[in-house]
């Protein structure tokens, strides 16, 4: 099963409505990314947030992180039709392991 | 900026013949990963090298191998091939722990 489990695996909202994706690990990491990908294009890495931070920001994204519940929520503010595309978490885990594992993803459509 | 560089795009094999895929990281990366998305699936990890050695293993095929150059560039071998071998290929590349990974735009193999 995968490290890290995405919430809801699909998402439909309006032009300006936000949008929050959540994802749920198995064991311990160094850090959360959020990456986003395009159809059959490549992963864009959004944001890192490292195990003791809690909370993170830029620009219209917010992601917070549960250690305790291993958990994270990505929030994409005041969405554009620009921002339809799949999100993928990806825990980087502890130890001298160097590999990301990533999540099933959420398909956020945004209507315009 | 320079980000990682991936060729071919796109690569048409048949089944039981060998394809290999480049990648070239970011300048100063220190690792380099192999990545492989299926349709509608999410990343899985192959492989990675830290410093021109091999770091990590994921789920790789006995029939998958793979090296890094003394130029840091690497290759993805594929001998073989199988129809579900068919996927869209990735290479990241990242500066050691709690940085980003910048992946390339991947190379598409279809296999007939």
């Known amino acids: 099963s995968q490290q890290g489990e995405e919430d809801p695996q699909a998402l439909s909202i309006q032009e300006g409505e936000n949008a929050t994706m959540n994802c749920s690990y198995k064991?311990?990491?160094?850090?959360l990314q959020w990456y986003r990908q395009n159809s059959g294009r490549g992963l864009v890495h959004l944001i890192l947030?490292?195990?003791?931070?809690r909370e993170k920001h830029s620009g219209r994204l917010r992601v917070t992180l549960d250690t305790s519940k291993k958990s994270s929520s990505l929030l994409i503010t005041a969405s554009r039709a620009a921002d339809t595309a799949s999100y993928f978490c990806?825990?980087?885990?502890?130890?001298?392991?160097?590999?990301?594992?990533f999540g099933s993803g959420t398909q956020l459509t945004v209507l315009p | 900026a320079a980000g990682v560089i991936q060729s071919p795009r796109h690569l048409i094999k048949e089944k039981r013949e060998t394809a290999t895929l480049k990648c070239y990281p970011i300048?100063?990366?220190?690792?380099v990963y192999w990545y492989q998305q299926g349709p509608g699936q999410d990343p899985q990890f192959l492989i990675s090298?830290?410093?021109?050695?091999?770091?990590d293993k994921g789920s790789i095929p006995d029939r998958f191998s793979a090296q890094q150059f003394s130029d840091y560039h690497s290759e993805l071998n594929m001998s073989s091939l199988e129809l579900g071998d068919s996927a869209l290929y990735f290479c990241?590349?990242?500066?050691?722990?709690?940085?980003?990974?910048?992946f390339g735009s991947g190379t598409r193999l279809t296999v007939v």
């Open positions: 300048p100063r990366h220190d690792t």
């Open positions: 990806a825990t980087d885990p502890s130890g001298s392991a160097r590999q990301l594992t």
């Open positions: 990241a590349s990242s500066l050691t722990f709690n940085y980003g990974y910048t």
């Open positions: 090298f830290y410093e021109k050695m091999q770091s």
């Open positions: 947030i490292r195990s003791n931070e």
């Open positions: 064991t311990s990491i160094n850090n």
